[in-house]
Each structure stands twice: as C-alpha cells, then as structure tokens.
C-alpha cells in the first residue's frame, strides 16, 4: 500500500440492474486507479442480473442476498466486510469517467477529518435550452397571474424536459391531469442524445379559447410558428444534428446535498420554480470544490473507520435520506463531507425507483421521518409527518372527485410510510437517546450549510 494510492473497495448495488448494471460495470473497471476493488451486492434479482455479471466479470466480488434488503442493509453487508481504508458506494445507474476515483482519494487522504467525498453528478443525457413565446391574457381578477397557454409536458427519447423558467405552479384540468400555465416566456432545458433529436411538446391553449401563437427557439434559433389550439394538441419539433452539438450542455444531477431550514435535504443543484424541482446547467457555480453537509450516496467514498464509528448506514432505512442521516451522525461527532467536482459521474436520476411512484413517495417521507426522529427537534417531525398527512388529504379529495387512481395510490403510499414510522417509533426513539447525548437536538450541524427553502 501507498500513501499516494491506498486500496479502495466500491461497493454496486444490485435490484433488477440487467442493461444498466453491466454498462455501470464496464466504465468502473476502466477507471484509471491502480488498486480498485469491486464487490456487487445483489438483492435477490430476478432478471438473471447476478449470473450476467458473474459470467461477464468473474474477478469481481458478488454477494447475493436472499431477499431484497434495500439500499442501507444491501451495502452494509459489503460494506462491514471491507478492510480497506477507503470503501465507496455506486449506484448500477451510473458511468464513471476514467478519473473519477483519483480526486476522491486525494480529498480522503488529504484531510484527515473528512469522512466522506462526493463526486459531481451529472444527468445521463445533456440538455438544450428551449424557449416558448406566447401573447398572455390577464387571469380572472382576483388572480394577478397573465397566462400564456397550459403546458402538460415535453419530452425526448432521452427523458422529460425540465421547466427552467416561466412558468407557474402545477394545476389540474378538468380531467384531474396537471398542467403549468406558461408566461409570455417558458424556458426549457430538454434532454438530448449526441444526435438530431425530436421533441413532443404537449399544449393546449385552454378554456375555449381561440388559437394561440407560439414561436419555439432552440437557443436563439428559431425552431417553428405556430398556433396553439384550445384542446390538449401534441406538436412534435425537430432539432438537427449540428444544433444539438451546438447547444448541449450538462446539468447537474447533484453537487453534495444541502439541508433546508425545516431539516428536509435537497440535492445542490436543485431549484424549485413555483414548487416544481429543476436541475441547473453545469457552469462556474459547481467548479469549485467545497464542504458540504451531506454528500449522496449513488456515487460518494468513505473512510471506513469514521463507518465503523458510526456502524454504517441506518439498516431501518430501507432507501433514501439514509446518506443524509449518516452525514448528520457524522457531523455530531466531528466529521466532515466534502463536494469534488475533479470526479465526474454521469447518473441515470431515479432509473430504478421511478420518482414519485408509490413505492418512491413511501420510501422517501419514511425515511425522512427516521432520519429526523433520530436528529431533529421533535417539532420538526411533527412538522413533517402533518405536511405528509396534508398531501394525503389533497390525494384523496382528487381520488374521490376525479377518480384519480395514481392519487389513490399517492394516499396509500403516504399512509404506509406514517404507519411505517409509527412501528419503528421505539427503535428510532432509542437511537435519538444516544444521538441527544453528544449534542442537543437543536439543528445547530446544519446551520453553516443551510440554504433558503
């Protein structure tokens, strides 16, 4: 072992990865590092994943778990076997760029009271800047708002476009589907393979009203002239080739993870416009390298004694937050975490999970009440479990009136989550104990990190 590359192990996660698992694998092993350890830990797949990579890589480490344990259980069996100094997780929807590793060990063994270094997260595909021109008409009074036309979404084969700017809050139609009114300006940021690209744009003017002009621009090229009619009317746009590899850009998927004054964790490099998440473009803002309260844990490297420390990931949490409750033990006992934007990783954004599915929504409001059961102020999870039970109200109103099925699931998945909390209320109470003995409870690690919500 040397000082300039000690040993490091990466742990995978398996659950049903075949097509993604394999391609993660291939760009891992073509990492630039020269002692790289691999360990794939399978949670029961049934899409012959595991004999697929254990007949493709043989000389990787493969541990196969009887059941599907989740994301903290699932790597900790890994990870509690590790002797290296420094042992890293990685999601199976990630691609590693060749030198990625290096700058993550250089911050590790640099800095003797880092525990943890996160890379630079990318979105898988990059994007292009789409702007919408509409006339507006002023909202009936007392609402101030001027409406453009009702946008119900956009998409590319590489994924849904993310709304940058000009638009306002989420609505339903008289269906029970959602929309956005659009301002005279919306800006897009629309995902985009390496090659001519066309794009479905899903519009309506609304409410009767007679056609309306739209002008599309890619960039400051014009793309069309149209009109927009009064019924939901899908427009397809093509962009060529060259103006694609003009105009695309990376955006980032995450750059560590920052609390919000309410204990809640957003992925830096994350806004909200009108309370819909948007990723911003990779510039200046993420170069720097910089102490972060948290970093995520599809693509991040520990030093393995501050895990044993802490004994590893929260094995109550079955996905998601468990890297945010980790970093906020860590940061109670003198540890801290660092951004690297040197390592760069391309990440497929909830490939497996599917954002904002049942399963994704129960995982995600139990999780993040465990987490703050365990090291917030009691009021903060009073807080929260009465904003789950609110969302759960407005679900069911629209599965009632709109006979809204997704909604319908929308409730139960919450319920469950609650429910979920309620059982493991006595565990997480004990752990809150031994957390409240090193430090109140107050929230005071977050404070130098916090960011407005």
């Known amino acids: 072992m040397t000082t300039a590359h000690p040993p490091v192990r990466i742990v995978v996660l398996n659950y049903n990865g075949a097509g993604r698992i394999e391609r993660c694998l291939e760009r891992l092993l073509a990492t630039r590092y020269p002692d790289l350890r691999v360990t794939v830990v399978d949670n029961a797949s049934t899409d012959g994943s595991?004999?697929?990579?254990?007949?493709?890589?043989?000389?990787?480490?493969?541990?196969?778990?009887?059941?599907?344990?989740?994301?903290?259980?699932?790597?900790?069996?890994?990870?509690?076997?590790?002797?290296?100094?420094?042992?890293?997780?990685?999601?199976?929807?990630?691609e590693v760029e060749p030198d990625w590793l290096h700058p993550l060990v250089s911050r590790l063994a640099g800095d003797p009271l880092a525990g943890g270094v996160g890379a630079?997260?990318?979105?898988?595909?990059?994007?292009?800047?789409?702007?919408?021109?509409?006339?507006?008409?002023?909202?009936?009074?007392?609402?101030?708002?001027?409406?453009?036309?009702?946008?119900?979404?956009?998409?590319?084969?590489?994924?849904?476009?993310?709304v940058t700017g000009g638009m306002h809050g989420v609505e339903l139609n008289e269906y029970g589907h959602p929309f956005r009114w659009t301002e005279s300006h919306a800006e897009l940021a629309v995902p985009v393979r390496s090659e001519a690209t066309t794009l479905h744009v899903d519009l309506a003017a609304g409410d009767g009203r007679a056609p309306v002009a739209l002008s599309v621009y890619a960039g400051d090229q014009p793309l069309v002239d149209t009109q927009?009619?009064?019924a939901r009317t899908t427009f397809q746009?093509?962009?060529?080739?060259?103006?694609?590899?003009r105009l695309a850009?990376?955006?980032?998927?995450?750059?560590?993870?920052?609390?919000?004054?309410?204990?809640?964790?957003?992925?830096?490099?994350?806004?909200?416009?009108?309370?819909?998440?948007?990723?911003?473009?990779?510039?200046?803002?993420?170069?720097?390298?910089?102490?972060?309260?948290?970093?995520?844990?599809?693509?991040?490297?520990?030093?393995r004694s501050m895990l044993e420390s802490l004994n590893y990931l929260d094995d109550g949490i079955f996905m998601y937050y468990e890297d945010a409750d980790l970093a906020w033990r860590a940061q109670r006992r003198g540890w801290r975490f660092w951004y690297e934007p040197d390592s760069v990783v391309r990440h497929e954004h909830a490939a497996f999970s599917r954002e904002w599915s049942p399963g994704f929504i129960r995982s995600v409001e139990f999780g993040k009440l465990r987490m703050l059961g365990k090291n917030a102020p009691r009021s903060?999870?009073?807080?929260?479990?009465?904003?789950?039970?609110?969302?759960?109200?407005?679900?069911?109103?629209?599965?009632?009136?709109?006979?809204?099925?997704?909604?319908?699931?929308?409730?139960?998945?919450?319920?469950?989550?609650?429910?979920?909390?309620?059982?493991?209320?006595?565990q997480t109470w004990r752990l809150r104990n031994v957390e409240a003995r090193l430090a109140p409870l107050d929230g005071r690690e977050l404070r130098p990190f916090l960011e407005s919500s």
């Not at 746009?237 to 103006?243: E, I």
């Not at 789950?388 to 006979?403: C, H, I, M, P, V």
Request: net charge positive; charged share 20%.
């Open 380 to 426: 903060w999870v009073a807080q929260h479990a009465a904003a789950a039970l609110k969302f759960t109200a407005g679900d069911a109103r629209n599965a009632l009136a709109l006979r809204d099925v997704e909604a319908a699931r929308r409730v139960a998945a919450r319920l469950r989550a609650l429910g979920d909390a309620l059982v493991a209320g006595t």
């Open 237 to 245: 746009l093509d962009v060529n080739a060259d103006l694609v590899a």
């Open 120 to 162: 630079k997260l990318l979105h898988q595909f990059d994007r292009i800047p789409l702007r919408l021109k509409v006339p507006t008409i002023a909202a009936p009074a007392p609402d101030t708002r001027q409406l453009g036309v009702r946008f119900y979404g956009a998409e590319t084969r590489a994924g849904a476009a993310d």
């Open 249 to 303: 850009r990376p955006a980032i998927e995450c750059a560590g993870i920052a609390p919000l004054q309410d204990g809640s964790m957003r992925d830096r490099g994350t806004h909200l416009l009108a309370g819909v998440p948007w990723s911003a473009w990779d510039d200046s803002t993420y170069g720097q390298a910089s102490e972060v309260f948290a970093v995520k844990g599809a693509a991040v490297l520990y030093r």
């Open 50 to 94: 595991p004999a697929s990579v254990e007949q493709a890589f043989p000389r990787i480490e493969l541990i196969e778990n009887g059941a599907n344990l989740g994301f903290s259980r699932g790597n900790n069996k890994a990870l509690r076997r590790a002797s290296e100094p420094f042992v890293g997780l990685l999601n199976p929807d990630t």
């Open 228 to 230: 927009v009619p009064s």
